[in-house]
Each structure stands twice: as structure tokens, then as C-alpha cells.
T-cell receptor, first 115, second 111 residues
Framework: EADIYQTPRYLVIGTGKKITLECSQTMGHDKMYWYQQDPGMELHLIHYSYGVNSTEKGDLSSESTVSRIRTEHFPLTLESARPSHTSQYLC??????????????FGEGSRLTVL | TQLLEQSPQFLSIQEGENLTVYCNSSSVFSSLQWYRQEPGEGPVLLVTVVTGGEVKKLKRLTFQFGDARKDSSLHITAAQPGDTGLYLCAGAGTNAGKSTFGDGTTLTVKP
């Protein structure tokens, strides 16, 4: 069973607010990811990290930023939210322990609505 | 960029019917995963296939990896309403740090 947690699960905020989506995993995985997904659609990688102090932009351009100060924690921040940021944000992790290459373990997601 | 195309995009069937979902690419993958996602939740890993031609069975679900490791299929026998969800395939390249996801197949199984 995967141990990766996201908070908040649901967030409704006004335009211009700063928000941080939290993601924590207790599996000791080196690699962590943030995906953006509209309902019933494909996942788009927006950020990833291969370890502490390592962060990279994903395939889909995003105005959000991430940090990786601790192995288990990979928060995503939007400095000024806009309605176009409304989406579901999924955090995932992967690692060599107990899993084959490419296997991702996902959190339950954070659904963000910007009014 | 490695692309994965899934077909069909939408599938609505009656309980008890069989179905097959396809995942195709022009790229070779070192491994391929299938995930199932329910509304409002994160994807959950179903299976990983690694070897060309590999077949894996998980109860009523049968997964196959193509001989050339470019494509895969998911076959469900006697579908049940609990199988309803979004099915996603994902391929890991030679640099397995990043996965490429397919565009998903939404399956609805009616009682």
C-alpha cells in the first residue's frame, strides 16, 4: 500500500491568492512528481525531482514552483492563482525499493478551483 | 517526445461483456504500467510489464506487452460495474525517471 499524502484534497480560492499544495511520502523514494489533470483526461507532468535540492520543469509549462528540501516533502506553490489554474493536481513518487522502474505511487490528488 | 495513444477513448458496455483496451506507440519502452483511476482519486497501479511478449493475469484482467515493447493491451473478461473507471497506460523509457502517459480510456460498465 502506497504511503503518499496530499493536502488539501479540495481548495476553492479567489483570483490572486497564493496557495501551496502539500505532498509527503513515507516510502523513502528519491523521485517525486507533480502532474496536472483535467477530469477524465490524461496526466501532464509539470514538475519532477530526483532528490533533495533537485527540481526540474516537466513537459507541460506551469506557472507553479516546487521545492525539495527534504526527501519526503515536495510542495507546489502558486504565487498568484488564476481561474486557468483550476484543475486536479496529483503528486507521485517512485523509487527502487519494492517496485520496478517506472512504477508510480500517487496521492489522492488536490482539486483546486480558482474563482 | 514519446507518445502513447489509447483506444478506444470511451467504452460503455453491459455487465458480463468482455472488452480490450489498446495502448500504442512508435517508441520502445523499458517497462509499461497500467493504472486505474476513479473520479476524484489518484491513479492506482494495476500491473507492470517488462519483457516483450509478456502476459500477466490479474483475476479477470489480462495484460500483454508487445513483442517489440512498443504497445500493450488490457483485456477484461466478464466486466463488472466495479471495473468502471479511467484506465491509463504509461511507458518508462531508457531513462526510467520519467513516464509517458497515454490519453486514457474511460470505461463504464452498466449493471
Amino acid at each position: 500500500e502506497a504511503d503518499i499524502y496530499q493536502t488539501p484534497r479540495y481548495l476553492v480560492i479567489g483570483t490572486g491568492k497564493k496557495i501551496t499544495l502539500e505532498c509527503s511520502q513515507t516510502m523513502g523514494h528519491d523521485k517525486m512528481y507533480w502532474y496536472q489533470q483535467d477530469p477524465g483526461m490524461e496526466l501532464h507532468l509539470i514538475h519532477y525531482s530526483y532528490g533533495v535540492n533537485s527540481t526540474e520543469k516537466g513537459d507541460l509549462s506551469s506557472e507553479s514552483t516546487v521545492s525539495r528540501i527534504r526527501t519526503e516533502h515536495f510542495p507546489l506553490t502558486l504565487e498568484s492563482a488564476r481561474p486557468s489554474h483550476t484543475s486536479q493536481y496529483l503528486c507521485a513518487s517512485s523509487g527502487p525499493t519494492g517496485g520496478a522502474a517506472g512504477e508510480l505511487f500517487f496521492g489522492e490528488g488536490s482539486r483546486l478551483t480558482v474563482l | 517526445t514519446q507518445l502513447l495513444e489509447q483506444s478506444p477513448q470511451f467504452l460503455s458496455i453491459q455487465e458480463g461483456e468482455n472488452l480490450t483496451v489498446y495502448c500504442n506507440s512508435s517508441s520502445v519502452f523499458s517497462s509499461l504500467q497500467w493504472y486505474r483511476q476513479e473520479p476524484g482519486e489518484g491513479p492506482v497501479l494495476l500491473v507492470t510489464v517488462v519483457t516483450g511478449g509478456e502476459v500477466k493475469k490479474l483475476k479477470r484482467l489480462t495484460f500483454q506487452f508487445g513483442d517489440a515493447r512498443k504497445d500493450s493491451s488490457l483485456h477484461i473478461t466478464a466486466a463488472q460495474p466495479g471495473d468502471t473507471g479511467l484506465y491509463l497506460c504509461a511507458g518508462a523509457g531508457t531513462n526510467a525517471g520519467k513516464s509517458t502517459f497515454g490519453d486514457g480510456t474511460t470505461l463504464t460498465v452498466k449493471p
